[in-house]
């Protein structure tokens, strides 16, 4: 069973390391990365902060489309309907969603804090952050929409802020 053949065989290297398919399909990978990476940066949008804000003039502020920088889900902390039975029972509870392209309106504004409004009269207040300039709103707590108390849930770590987007509309 000393077969040269088969010995050169198993030396070898796997035939698919050698052809020229591996180097086209890191291409390929690599050209998705960037094609993905320009997908993002085109998505025209930059953070809100003073020097954004203050480029607004009288009532553009008021009539620009803002956004926020991650989905959001508002939970009702009411009680919700129950559905199911014995061990599957669970409670559907009514939930509110702001997506990433849902856009916003300030309705109000002081020296270092916007309310915007969203769909569904949803307020929700974003506050200059001093380290970086940014408007933000924590990205967990509780927040009323009408006469309803919901508990926003980002499925993030705790402490994660949601920053206000605004199209790039002019230089700052």
């Not at 569904?120 to 974003?126: A, G, H, K, Y």
């Amino acid at each position: 069973m000393n077969n040269p053949s088969l010995q050169n065989d198993s030396i070898r290297s796997h035939p698919a390391a050698d052809s020229p398919g591996v180097e086209k399909g890191h291409r390929v990978l690599l050209a998705l990365a960037f094609m993905a990476l320009a997908g993002c940066a085109s998505s025209n949008l930059i953070p809100f902060t003073d020097s954004v804000r203050m480029s607004y003039t009288g009532n553009e502020l008021t009539e620009t489309s803002v956004y926020v920088s991650a989905d959001m889900e508002l939970i009702s902390l009411r009680k919700g309907e129950v559905e199911g039975d014995d061990v599957f029972k669970r409670e559907i509870k009514k939930t509110l969603r702001i997506d990433r392209e849902t856009p916003g309106r300030v309705v109000r504004a002081g020296a270092d804090w916007v309310q915007v409004q969203f769909a569904d009269s949803i307020n929700i207040t974003f506050v200059r952050n001093t380290s970086n300039g940014v408007y933000q709103t924590p990205g967990w707590g509780t927040i009323n929409v009408g006469e309803e108390r919901f508990d926003l849930n980002m499925r993030v770590l705790a402490g994660k802020n949601i920053d206000l987007l605004v199209g790039r509309i002019r230089e700052p």
